[in-house]
């Protein structure tokens, strides 16, 4: 019997080289692994035309899928992308913020505030820190108003501006990246 052919699609994991490698195979399967830069091409590609037939997708779009009651797709317990989140706050050194309790009543930036390590991120502020996720004011990246608030925002999650050179407003981002609240 002809080997079943399976492609799936996922970014650039050492935990899935050697099944694109072909040091790994599975028995009885002709799998093309396809690795892309982003994990949101594929979560596009695949929630808007179905174009693999497996890959990695994000957590909060899957639930948001199946919350619906309408989902093409069936989650298997396996985690290619893991990054430890506690480390991916960063604030502003003149802003006084020196806890993540101080985060309430601030304006923080989210790259999207439906993104599957913003939700968690909000998750563990509310239950391991004891912080009013109701209190913060939540600014998206991805929105416009964003953009004209960022001299207002004093905590960024997730990432330093993408530029290492500038902020939106101009100003050096290095205040930014020097000044990262860890959580523990």
């Known amino acids: 019997m002809a080997p079943l052919p399976l492609t799936y699609a996922s970014c650039r994991y050492d935990r899935i080289e050697p099944l694109r490698s072909g040091e790994v195979h599975a028995e009885g399967i002709d799998l093309n692994v396809m690795v892309f830069p982003s994990g949101r091409q594929i979560f596009d590609r695949m929630v808007g035309g179905g174009e693999f037939d497996a890959s990695e997708l994000s957590a909060s779009e899957f639930v948001a899928h199946a919350g619906r009651g309408n989902s093409p797709f069936v989650a298997i317990p396996v985690f290619p992308s893991r990054v430890f989140r506690h480390g991916y706050i960063f604030i502003n050194k003149r802003s006084g913020i020196r806890t993540p309790k101080d985060l309430e009543d601030r304006r923080v930036g989210l790259p999207l505030y439906t993104q599957t390590a913003s939700i968690w991120l909000r998750g563990h502020l509310m ?20 953009v004209h608030t960022a001299t207002r925002i004093r905590c960024r999650c997730f990432a330093p501006w993408r530029s290492s050179k500038t902020r939106p407003d101009g100003r050096s981002a290095s205040s930014w990246r020097a000044a990262r609240l860890t959580l523990t």
């Not at 239950?127 to 964003?146: D, E, L, T, Y």
């Open 127 to 146: 239950h391991q820190f004891g912080v009013g996720i109701s209190k913060i004011r939540w600014v998206q990246a991805r929105s416009r108003p964003a």
